[in-house]
């Protein structure tokens, strides 16, 4: 299965072009979606998922064309979106066997061994009887991918399933993530560059609606390789410092800037070459973007 999308565009009511001319080739497997809040992630996700109408392009799906035959994605498609309600008072067995019998698991037997599967799968057997009211965020994520998981899918779906949830609970859903399999498609939406680094062997960089890199990691920190210098300064020389370099990202170690430096020409003058990584690629494409529009 490939999900191919080709020059999809979108522009809302309020005249914010969400998605730009957006074309991706997406193969089995995990593929890592990644861009700041407001970059067109969801909007992308939700084009995907049959929830709203591009203005143009096209996206199919094996043979399926998604923005035609609508039908036909959601029997193959698991969605987790950024924000779901759930019924506070009802418990994770309960409705996850309502929502089986939603997706067509008519049999009850049937239905019954799926849920037990999945609750096991997401590691909810022994919280399965408890109101979801009282889960945590991450036992409400884990939740929301064991619904998105029932039929089977073909094609899964997470927008920002991490965001909020502590160190544990993210590296559980990740490993629960990498669990599903190589023969679904598999797109994670994240702002998070260590889920990608860690996860996807396919991924893109969105900003500002538009496609800024895609790729392998290795292929895209290739694009960067040899060319990312680290310096330490002072706070006070970190304008001026600006204003002379293609400055990727700054951070205070021990209350002293650290700063990534992107340029074609070897530095010297206290630079030193660093390793290029994907929080780089990221920064790098980000800056370029806001300055050039
Ligand atoms: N229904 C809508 N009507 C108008 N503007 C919208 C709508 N949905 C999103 N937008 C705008 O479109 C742009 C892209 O939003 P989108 O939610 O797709 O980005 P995102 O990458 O998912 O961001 P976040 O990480 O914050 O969820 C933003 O400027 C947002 O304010």
Known sequence: ME???RNLSKTY???VRALRDVSLTIPNGMFGLLGPNGAGKSSLMRTIATLQEPDSGSITLGDIDVLTEKDRVRQVLGYLPQ???LYPGISAEV????FAGLKGIRDARERKLAVESLL????LWAARKKALGGYSGGMRQRFGIAVALLGAPQLI???EPTAGLDPTERNRFLDLLSEIGENVVVILSTHIVEDVTELCPHMAIIAQGEVVATGSPTDVIGEIRGKVYRTKTEKAALAQLRAQHEVISSKLVAGQPVVRVFSETALNDGFQPAEATLEDVYFHRLARKERVG
């Open 3 to 5: 999900l191919r999308i």
């Open 13 to 15: 009511a309020n005249g």
């Open 83 to 85: 924000e779901f309600g």
């Open 95 to 98: 409705l996850l066997d309502y």
């Open 120 to 123: 096991q799968q997401t590691n």
């Open 157 to 159: 779906i997470v927008d």
